[in-house]
């Protein structure tokens, strides 16, 4: 939360202010002390964790595929049911998860880490996913229970999963993407779900 953004505000300041000290003489800024380093990567695991939270609803310690693909959907890649079987089984080999695919924390942190991986996220994306998720349970615990919001375009779909994709008709795609974007199944999209269209690019 505050404390959070606070050390991270706190270690890119002084990383900035030495930088500036160096703009002068022309020389590369000094590299962030070990201290700094250390209180960002804190700060990676804390949103990290907050991340995994957030999605294990049951409080097992453990994610499934359903909460693996909460965590897709928010980052932008909503997909009818055949395709995210095809996704996870590529994402659970490619990161090596287990033969159930269950996910511990030090696995999720791993596939944000993973820049060539389906969900590489910085900082301030992993900030969007926990606040976005945060305000999900707070919205349920109210009685007012809504839809999660893309917090951004990051996922990036398997190589098998795209030529899965390939095959399929391109109405089938366009009317499951309206179906996804369609919650309250209305038949319309309105404002609010052309606002949720456009966060996905």
Not at 95 to 124: H, I, S, Y
Not at 174 to 200: C, H, N, P, W
């Amino acid at each position: 939360g505050t404390l959070t953004r606070s050390r991270a505000a706190t270690a890119r300041s002084r990383a900035a202010s030495r930088a500036g000290e160096k703009e002068d003489t022309a020389k590369e800024p000094d590299p962030l002390t070990e201290e700094e380093r250390q209180a960002l990567l804190q700060v990676r695991k804390e949103l990290a964790d907050a991340v995994f939270d957030g999605l294990d609803a049951g409080a097992t310690g453990k994610l499934g595929s359903d909460d693996v693909r909460e965590l897709a959907d928010l980052l932008g890649f909503a997909c009818d049911d055949d395709v995210w079987e095809e996704e996870f089984k590529e994402v659970a080999a490619a990161c090596q998860w287990d033969a159930q695919g269950q996910v511990t924390k030090e696995q999720l942190m791993a596939l944000f880490d993973r820049e060539d991986g389906p969900a590489p996220c910085d900082n301030g994306k992993l900030e969007d996913l926990a606040a976005e998720l945060k305000k999900r349970q707070d919205d349920a615990q109210n009685g007012t229970p809504r839809p999660s919001r893309v917090v951004g375009a990051v996922w990036k779909c398997s190589p098998e999963t795209q030529a899965f994709l390939d095959k399929t008709p391109r109405e089938k795609l366009i009317q499951r993407v309206f179906e996804l974007l369609d919650t309250s199944d209305s038949g319309f999209m309105g404002e609010d779900t052309l606002y949720k269209y456009a966060l996905l690019f």
